[in-house]
């Protein structure tokens, strides 16, 4: 029998995880990592192994809906597994992940009624594409296949739904198969001309989407594909009507459009999904995952609409299959995970209640733009994101690159002290707490963040630029 070592202590957990776990966006750096260790988590709190408290800035990574601790879930998963803890999707209906199916086509909008369950959220878009090239395949359209993202976007990290991704910073060592993406220019109003407005810059967003279908040719061009929001690329809300315009443009193109909302749905802006609901479009194709389990379990799902299945059925000759499918696709345990945590989600009024404390929650993270060193407050239902102004405008991209870095650390390390997670990106904070977060908890999670960006602020010398 071989014993399976047991850590004695905090550092030893530490010790194993710098020397045998290589986390993601893993650093090749030869300093060991300094990561926290959350041992428990209650609420909208992670507690570490001496007990202290932090509230989840981020809410694990915009998914723990319902927070943590709750036992509902956890029964619903423990009783799933003792029943039955796999059956293969590829042989066996199962009840939780048919009426999981069931009740998800009775939450999204529009036509949207076929479901096609991944193990999460890069697996979702890397099916939806598949899904675009079988069709276009099946339509005889073999050149259609070329997808038009946009910069700053993040879709995933297998390597169709990374090749998807515009983030620069993520591409530096790795590949993608370039010759299946064209990127449209970043859509952040905050990059306008002086002088231009948002509705015009707008306006110059949608033309590059028109002169790049122009330019590479509707017949080679097989999806469109946009988060409602671009979330980690930096809460990024597009200008109104942008996405109302670009779907006009998508369908007048015959091109696919896949409403990327593994960060947006099941409640973060207040609604199931946000596509419909928040920015008036009823996509071809919705890719979810992350908050659809609160976080209690791996799960995504592709919804599909009934035109583009009814197409494909009418081609069908007998011999055609969409190939594509994982071993824990529609996992029982993660089915009966999501059951429990949607229907706690309506009985609790959650959507409700995000509705209620956005407002508030949006005015706490525009009153942060007080601060010299915050260049923008942003964000739309309960997400929000600073923004730093610290590097000269002078300094090269090597110094401006590296002030970014600090000004995040420091920024991470004052709220740490303070019982805040926030997990910067370079110079860029992102808040999605739990959405069951109180406005009490709202004002203690702003007013830590506050004084930490006071105390960045005025510990920040010319020294350091
Ligand atoms: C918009 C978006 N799409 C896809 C993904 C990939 O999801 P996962 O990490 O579950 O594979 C993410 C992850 O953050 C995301 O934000």
Same mark, same amino acid.
């Given at each position: 029998?071989?014993d399976?070592?047991?850590?004695?202590?905090?550092?030893?957990?530490?010790?194993w995880? $710098?020397?045998?776990?290589?986390?993601?966006?893993?650093?090749?750096?030869?300093?060991?990592?300094?990561?926290?260790i959350?041992?428990?988590?209650?609420?909208?709190?992670?507690?570490?192994?001496?007990g202290r408290?932090?509230? +989840?800035?981020?809410?694990?990574?915009? =998914?723990?809906?319902?927070? !943590?601790?709750n036992?509902?879930?956890?029964?619903?998963?423990?009783?799933?597994?003792?029943a039955?803890?796999?059956?293969?999707?590829?042989?066996?209906?199962?009840?939780?992940?048919?009426?999981?199916?069931?009740?998800?086509?009775? *939450?999204?909008?529009?036509? *949207?009624?076929?479901?096609?369950?991944?193990?999460?959220?890069?697996?979702?878009?890397?099916?939806?594409?598949?899904?675009?090239?079988?069709?276009?395949? *099946?339509?005889?359209?073999?050149?259609?296949?070329?997808?038009?993202?946009?910069?700053?976007? !993040?879709?995933?990290?297998?390597?169709?739904?990374?090749?998807?991704?515009?983030?620069?910073? %993520?591409?530096?060592?790795?590949?993608?198969?370039?010759?299946?993406?064209?990127?449209?220019?970043?859509?952040?109003?905050?990059?306008?001309?002086?002088?231009?407005s948002?509705?015009?810059?707008?306006?110059?967003?949608?033309?590059?989407?028109?002169?790049?279908?122009?330019?590479?040719?509707?017949? =080679?061009?097989?999806?469109?594909?946009?988060?409602?929001?671009?979330?980690?690329?930096?809460?990024?809300?597009?200008?109104?009507? !942008?996405?109302?315009?670009?779907?006009?443009?998508?369908?007048?193109?015959?091109?696919?459009?896949?409403?990327?909302?593994?960060?947006?749905?099941?409640?973060?802006?207040?609604?199931?999904f946000?596509s419909?609901?928040?920015?008036?479009?009823?996509?071809?194709?919705?890719?979810?995952?992350?908050?659809?389990?609160?976080?209690?379990?791996?799960?995504?799902?592709?919804?599909?609409?009934?035109?583009?299945?009814?197409?494909?059925?009418?081609?069908?000759?007998?011999?055609?299959?969409?190939?594509?499918?994982?071993? $824990?696709?529609?996992?029982?345990?993660?089915?009966?995970?999501?059951?429990? =945590?949607?229907?706690?989600?309506?009985?609790?009024?959650?959507?409700?209640?995000?509705?209620?404390?956005?407002? !508030?929650?949006?005015?706490?993270?525009?009153?942060?733009?007080?601060?010299?060193?915050?260049?923008?407050?942003?964000?739309?239902? @309960?997400?929000?994101?600073?923004?730093?102004?610290?590097?000269?405008?002078?300094?090269?991209?090597?110094?401006?690159?590296?002030?970014?870095?600090?000004?995040?650390?420091?920024? %991470?390390?004052?709220?740490?002290?303070?019982? @805040?997670?926030?997990?910067?990106?370079?110079?860029?904070?992102?808040?999605?707490?739990? @959405?069951?977060?109180?406005?009490?908890?709202?004002?203690?999670?702003? +007013?830590?963040?506050e004084?930490?960006?006071?105390?960045?602020?005025?510990? @920040?010398?010319?020294?350091? *630029?």
């Amino acid at each position: 029998m071989t014993d399976v070592a047991q850590p004695s202590s905090a550092q030893d957990v530490r010790d194993w995880d $710098n020397t045998f776990n290589m986390h993601p966006w893993e650093s090749m750096g030869t300093a060991p990592a300094d990561r926290m260790i959350a041992a428990r988590g209650e609420g909208i709190y992670l507690i570490d192994p001496d007990g202290r408290k932090y509230i +989840d800035g981020p809410g694990g990574m915009w =998914n723990v809906q319902v927070g !943590y601790g709750n036992a509902e879930i956890a029964q619903a998963m423990a009783d799933q597994a003792m029943a039955l803890p796999f059956n293969s999707p590829w042989y066996f209906a199962s009840d939780p992940a048919s009426q999981l199916a069931k009740k998800l086509t009775e *939450l999204t909008p529009g036509d *949207l009624n076929w479901v096609f369950f991944t193990t999460g959220g890069s697996s979702a878009v890397d099916s939806a594409l598949r899904f675009m090239q079988f069709y276009n395949n *099946l339509k005889g359209r073999p050149n259609k296949k070329i997808t038009i993202s946009r910069e700053k976007a !993040y879709h995933g990290s297998t390597y169709l739904a990374a090749t998807m991704s515009g983030k620069e910073r %993520d591409r530096t060592f790795m590949d993608a198969a370039t010759e299946l993406v064209r990127f449209l220019p970043d859509v952040s109003p905050l990059l306008r001309p002086d002088g231009m407005s948002i509705a015009e810059w707008g306006d110059e967003k949608i033309a590059d989407l028109e002169n790049l279908i122009t330019d590479v040719g509707a017949e =080679n061009i097989g999806a469109f594909i946009a988060e409602p929001i671009l979330a980690s690329g930096g809460v990024i809300v597009p200008p109104d009507g !942008y996405h109302a315009r670009t779907l006009e443009i998508c369908r007048a193109n015959d091109i696919l459009y896949i409403s990327d909302e593994v960060v947006t749905g099941f409640g973060r802006l207040g609604h199931w999904f946000a596509s419909e609901e928040v920015f008036d479009i009823v996509p071809d194709i919705i890719t979810c995952a992350k908050g659809i389990t609160s976080g209690y379990a791996p799960l995504g799902a592709m919804l599909v609409s009934d035109r583009l299945v009814d197409e494909l059925k009418a081609e069908d000759r007998g011999d055609v299959m969409f190939s594509n499918g994982f071993t $824990n696709s529609s996992h029982p345990v993660s089915c009966a995970a999501a059951l429990k =945590n949607l229907e706690i989600m309506e009985r609790d009024g959650v959507l409700e209640h995000v509705r209620e404390i956005t407002p !508030y929650f949006q005015e706490r993270v525009r009153r942060l733009e007080r601060f010299d060193v915050v260049a923008e407050a942003r964000g739309v239902g @309960l997400v929000g994101a600073i923004e730093g102004a610290v590097a000269p405008a002078d300094a090269s991209e090597e110094d401006r690159l590296r002030i970014d870095y600090e000004f995040g650390a420091r920024i %991470d390390k004052a709220c740490e002290a303070r019982g @805040l997670i926030v997990r910067p990106s370079i110079n860029m904070c992102v808040f999605s707490p739990p @959405l069951v977060i109180t406005r009490e908890q709202v004002d203690d999670m702003f +007013d830590i963040l506050e004084a930490a960006i006071a105390e960045v602020e005025s510990s @920040l010398t010319s020294r350091d *630029l």
